[in-house]
T-cell receptor, first 107, second 116 residues
Framework: KNEVEQSPQNLTAQEGEFITINCSYS?????LHWLQQHPGGGIVSLFM???GKKKHGRLIATINIQEKHSSLHITASHPRDSAVYIC?????????FGTGTRLQVFP | GAGVSQSPSNKVTEKGKDVELRCDPI?????LYWYRQSLGQGLEFLIY????????KSGLPSDRFSAERTGGSVSTLTIQRTQQEDSAVYLC??????????????FGPGTRLTVT
C-alpha cells in the first residue's frame, strides 16, 4: 500500500463544476503540499498546510490531521484548471508523493 | 527574482554514456532536492542537500547515480553508464529550509533525459 493515496486517479468535469480531489496518508507528517503539473511538465506549488484550511482564489485546501486526510477543492472549474494535481507529504526531511489526479475540464 | 533553473532542458544520450544534469536553485535557498518522474509515473525522491551536505541518499536508484553541491548553490546530478530505464524527467526543487520544517518547495522546469 502506498504511503500517500489520491483519488480519483482521473477526473473529467464540465466548466463551472465544483471539483474535489482527495488525499490520504499513512505516515507522520509535518506538512502536506498540493502541487499542480501542467501538460508542459512544470510543477507549481499551490498550497502547503499543516492544519485547517487555506484558500487562494477558486482553490481551497483542507486537512484533517487526526484522520490523515486532505482535500483540494476547485470552485467554478475552468478549462485552464486542466492539469495533474499532486499531493505530497513532508515526512522527516523529504516529500512522499501521491500518484496524482489527472483533471480535464471541458467547456 | 529568478526561479530554479535546470540545464539542459533536454538530453538524448546513448546507452552507456555518462550524463551531467545541472540545477541552479533560488539564491539563498539552503535546501535542494532532486526528483525523478518516469513516463506516466509519479514523482520519486532521489537525494537532498542541506547546504553542501547530502544527509539522505537513500533515493538514489543505484551506485551509477551521484550528486554534489558546491558553494551551497549549484548542484549536479551525474548518471554514469546510462541505461534505458534511466529515461525520465529529472526535477530539481529548492527551499529556504528542509521539508520537515514545513517549507514550500520551488520546482525547476526539469531535464528530460532520453537514453537510446
Amino acid at each position: 500500500k502506498n504511503e500517500v493515496e489520491q483519488s480519483p486517479q482521473n477526473l473529467t468535469a464540465q466548466e463551472g463544476e465544483f471539483i474535489t480531489i482527495n488525499c490520504s496518508y499513512s505516515v507522520g507528517i509535518s506538512a502536506l503540499h498540493w502541487l499542480q503539473q501542467h501538460p508542459g511538465g512544470g510543477i507549481v506549488s499551490l498550497f502547503m498546510l499543516s492544519s485547517g484550511k487555506k484558500k487562494h482564489g477558486r482553490l481551497i485546501a483542507t486537512i484533517n490531521i487526526q484522520e490523515k486526510h486532505s482535500s483540494l477543492h476547485i470552485t467554478a472549474s475552468h478549462p485552464r484548471d486542466s492539469a495533474v494535481y499532486i499531493c505530497a507529504v513532508a515526512n522527516t526531511d523529504k516529500l512522499i508523493f501521491g500518484t496524482g489526479t489527472r483533471l480535464q475540464v471541458f467547456p | 527574482g529568478a526561479g530554479v533553473s535546470q540545464s539542459p532542458s533536454n538530453k538524448v544520450t546513448e546507452k552507456g554514456k555518462d550524463v551531467e544534469l545541472r540545477c541552479d536553485p533560488i539564491s539563498g535557498h539552503t535546501a535542494l532536492y532532486w526528483y525523478r518522474q518516469s513516463l506516466g509515473q509519479g514523482l520519486e525522491f532521489l537525494i537532498y542537500f542541506q547546504g553542501n551536505s547530502a544527509p539522505d541518499k537513500s533515493g538514489l536508484p543505484s551506485d551509477r547515480f551521484s550528486a554534489e553541491r558546491t558553494g551551497g548553490s549549484v548542484s549536479t546530478l551525474t548518471i554514469q553508464r546510462t541505461q534505458q530505464e534511466d529515461s525520465a524527467v529529472y526535477l530539481c526543487a529548492s527551499s529556504v529550509g528542509l521539508a520537515g520544517g514545513a517549507y514550500e518547495q520551488y520546482f525547476g522546469p526539469g531535464t528530460r533525459l532520453t537514453v537510446t
